[in-house]
């Protein structure tokens, strides 16, 4: 009865696969990465060896194809060590799939083999100074010029800025609303590409976090992905993946709290005895526990229901979002308790923990949009 809820075998792999990458190349040098704000370029390049610079990206295009919930279960696994780190990827990836399953095979060709092996890195530009929650109303126009787009305007909050060769750009090109938006590739070195001062910044500090500005741009037509005001259809299932990466990446800080709380309160002594006797922290461990479990059985559902293209799959990603990031960021705060005094000091990790897991109930569509979402989808049927 339990089968139609384990992972498969290849599932299974993939997962730890990840579990071993980042036990490797993560965990070991994260805390050092945030003190230090270190962007970790040639880890995140190893990363691409084992295919996690293209996971949904197709076969036919160089990528490992795999689904939605694989995608999880490798962001889950890398964000036990640097959610930062995993989130970065996550990113990277969806700026891939924008390409490979919208683009034109002069787009994919001109672009992917690079991507696939990260040798060049790819941003997501969707939100501007003005536009953020409500996205369909940005600024940034593209108008066409022959064989070329001129685009002037600016992004904010753009991870892997002024670090990142590759921007998948959302532009406006024709009337105002989401009709009126386009999607352009646009490349770091093209004149008139320049990038704000990187963001100092509560969490993440293991990626760059700048505005990008675009002044009179030109950017080749054979750039556009897909056909003209298709791009705000695009950037909104890209999100439906963004999504449940950023979910996934909740879990996976959240169980590396969990972890460690568990294994301080068993070593910490008061009173006499171990604080894990007691039964008012057996209590707490135990809600923790409970509610990552119901997060994760709720957002690899929604990961399975994008797989498969089904008809409520943005609402589930919305669901699954929301659960997942709020839970992450409670099991966390109350693993920091658990330390007491301890779990506010960096030579812990689970401050650092904390700190990464604020911004997820933020970016990929705020939380309180994403109950927008869920209701709107409740009340039309």
Not at 20 to 28: G, H, L, N, S, W
Not at 120 to 127: D, V
Not at 287 to 314: H, Q, W
Request: hydrophobic share 40%; net charge negative; proline share 3%.
């Amino acid at each position: 009865m339990t089968n139609q809820f384990d992972l498969t075998d290849e599932q299974r792999q993939i997962q730890e696969m990840a579990r071993q990458f980042t036990a490797d190349a993560i965990t070991p040098h994260a805390a050092e990465w945030d003190e230090k704000h270190i962007f970790p370029r040639e880890t995140i390049k190893a990363a691409a060896e084992l295919g996690f610079a293209s996971i949904y990206v197709s076969e036919e295009s160089g990528g490992i194809g795999l689904g939605r919930l694989e995608a999880a279960l490798i962001m889950e696994a890398m964000a036990y060590g640097c959610p930062s780190t995993s989130a970065f990827i996550s990113i990277h990836n969806m700026a891939s799939w924008m390409i490979d399953t919208f683009g034109s095979r002069t787009i994919k060709d001109k672009y992917l083999p690079s991507l696939i092996t990260m040798e060049r890195l790819a941003s997501y530009c969707l939100t501007e100074p003005s536009s953020g929650s409500d996205a369909a109303a940005l600024k940034t126009r593209a108008v066409l010029d022959g064989g070329h787009y001129m685009v002037n305007g600016s992004k904010q909050f753009i991870s892997g800025a002024g670090e990142n060769e590759v921007y998948v750009t959302m532009v406006r090109t024709g009337e105002d609303g989401p009709k009126g938006i386009s999607c352009l590739v646009i490349e770091k070195d093209m004149p008139g590409v320049s990038f704000g001062a990187n963001e100092r910044k509560l969490g993440w500090h293991s990626q760059p976090t700048r505005q990008v500005t675009f002044e009179d741009v030109r950017v080749p037509v054979e750039n556009r992905v897909g056909g003209e005001g298709e791009g705000f259809r695009f950037a909104m299932m890209g999100l439906d993946g963004g999504r449940l990466n950023i979910g996934a990446c909740s879990l996976g800080g959240a169980q590396r709290c969990l972890d460690e709380a568990i294994a301080y309160t068993k070593e910490r002594q008061q009173f006499g005895k171990p604080i894990a006797d007691f039964q008012n922290t057996q209590f707490v461990l135990a809600d923790m526990a409970t509610e990552l479990e119901a997060a994760r059985a709720l957002l690899y559902l929604a990961a399975a229901k994008v797989t498969a293209g089904a008809p409520d799959k943005t609402r589930f990603a919305a669901m699954a979002k929301r659960l997942a990031t709020d839970t992450g960021s409670s099991v966390v705060d109350r693993a920091l308790q658990l330390h007491g005094g301890y779990g506010y000091l960096q030579d812990y990790p689970i401050e650092r923990f904390w700190r990464d897991l604020r911004v997820h109930s933020i970016l990929e569509g705020t939380n309180q949009v994403m109950r927008m979402i869920i209701g709107r989808e409740l009340t039309r049927q």
